[in-house]
């Protein structure tokens, strides 16, 4: 285990120092000056030069590169360049904690939707009485996957805010944790597509294996098997995926978090980048990638611990 965890995290770290140096050439690759951004098209040539200057743009993209890992090792990564006076890590502390409230919301509600709707649509796929929870279980997957949140998201405003107005309108300050539905069962309902095929197919081959079988000739219930026996043992590889959607939770709500007004790494990102802020590019992406990358370590530790043919292999 010790050595597995070693390997795991010496792993973690260069595919967080790859996704860092990769978004740190590619963003100097924008066509675009972060001077002219900031200072406007009126701005003599002198003072861009000067900004440059104080920015450091001015420097050969090695030296710039070691004062962006500079930045990263004491923890300030970089000055935004729109004020100088303030870090990147203070802006995007500032953020963060909303896009995971926002993210945990959308997870809780993806888990609790895709978990019963695929068991039960599994028992129904097994008999003629239950292919109504089958049929409800493939639709939701399907609706889930086709619809994405840039046309969910508008279609929800128009029905619960606008014509029903059951739920609070985007850019309600004072909606508190209403104003959560909305945006979180957008990004929600595409990550239960996923969830409920995949907990539906592990599910009817769960039912079918020997010790359900053994549960159910004791006297426990179709449904008690399925839940108390089936589940636990279709959870590992719910696990697996659970963790490798954090990439697509962590992007939609960049779209989710403009879309419905909401203050996040989204808008930060998206603002930033419209700036041509290249350090709050920089320090925003580095954060997503960590989060993925330690969802995923987390993921697997889990998977290693409970699991022995995981050890084995």
Known sequence: MPRQIGLRLARALVTVWAAVTLVFFVVRA????????????????????????SLLLDRPLAAQYAAFLGSVLDGSLGRTFRDPDRTVAAELVEAYPHTLVLAGTALVLAWAL?????????????????????????????????????????????VFAVL??????PGDEEAGLLGLVLPAGTI?????AGLTRQTRAQMLEKLSEPYVT?????????????????????ALPLVTLGTAQLGALLGGSVIVERLFERPGLGTVLVEAFGARDIPVVQGATLVVALTYVLANLLGDLVLTAVDPRTRAA
């Open 30 to 53: 924008v066509p675009g000056d972060p001077a002219t951004a900031i200072l406007g098209e009126a701005a003599s040539p002198e003072e861009r030069d000067a900004l440059r200057a």
């Open 114 to 158: 895709a978990v019963p709707l695929g068991t039960l649509g599994a028992l129904g796929a097994r008999r003629r009485a239950g292919r109504r929870w089958d049929a409800l279980a493939r639709a939701v997957a399907a609706l889930g996957s086709a619809v994405p949140a840039i046309v969910l998201g508008p279609l929800g405003i128009l």
């Open 164 to 169: 029903l107005r059951v739920l609070p309108m």
């Open 188 to 192: 929600g309902l595409g990550l239960a």
């Open 214 to 234: 053994a549960a159910r000739a004791r006297g426990l219930s179709e449904l008690g098997a399925a839940f108390r026996h089936a589940l636990p043992n279709a």
